[in-house]
């Protein structure tokens, strides 16, 4: 039923999602299949099939979860994309506090190239 709050159902493609999980399923219901990590400036999947420079990486959506009561828990999902092979992947990773300085670096660049 619309409207209704239930916590054991997984998001339907037009909710907001409320954790790094459900973020993860709305972008893969998406068609971003892929799971990027961010290796010296580069985005590569798991599987090593894709390579792309991350200066050259598309955000096409972006989720920030803020922990309320625990840095730990300030997250960024990135859905984006690699213009030259068309893979669609994600990206999760830590901002705030806790986060690794030389990722963050490259995260301030993508995010900042959001359209």
């Known amino acids: 039923m619309s409207?209704?709050?239930?916590?054991?159902r997984t998001p339907q493609v037009d909710d907001a999602p409320v954790t790094v999980t459900e973020a993860?399923?709305?972008?893969?219901?998406?068609?971003?299949?892929?799971d990027f990590e961010l290796?010296?400036?580069?985005?590569r999947t798991n599987d090593g099939s894709t390579r792309c420079p991350v200066d050259a990486a598309a955000v096409e959506r972006l989720y920030r979860f803020e922990g309320p009561s625990d840095p730990g828990d300030?997250?960024?999902?990135f859905g984006l994309l690699d213009p030259?092979?068309?893979v669609r992947g994600t990206?999760?990773?830590?901002?705030?506090p806790v986060a690794d300085p030389?990722?963050?670096s490259h995260l301030v660049r993508l995010d900042s190239?959001?359209?």
Do not use: C, F
Request: charged share 20%.
């Open 91 to 96: 990206l999760a990773a830590a901002y705030g």
């Open 24 to 34: 993860i399923g709305v972008l893969r219901r998406h068609g971003y299949t892929a």
């Open 113 to 115: 190239r959001r359209e």
């Open 84 to 86: 030259t092979t068309g």
């Open 102 to 104: 030389a990722l963050y």
């Open 39 to 43: 290796v010296d400036g580069v985005l």
């Open 74 to 77: 300030e997250m960024i999902v």
């Open 3 to 8: 409207g209704t709050s239930d916590p054991d």
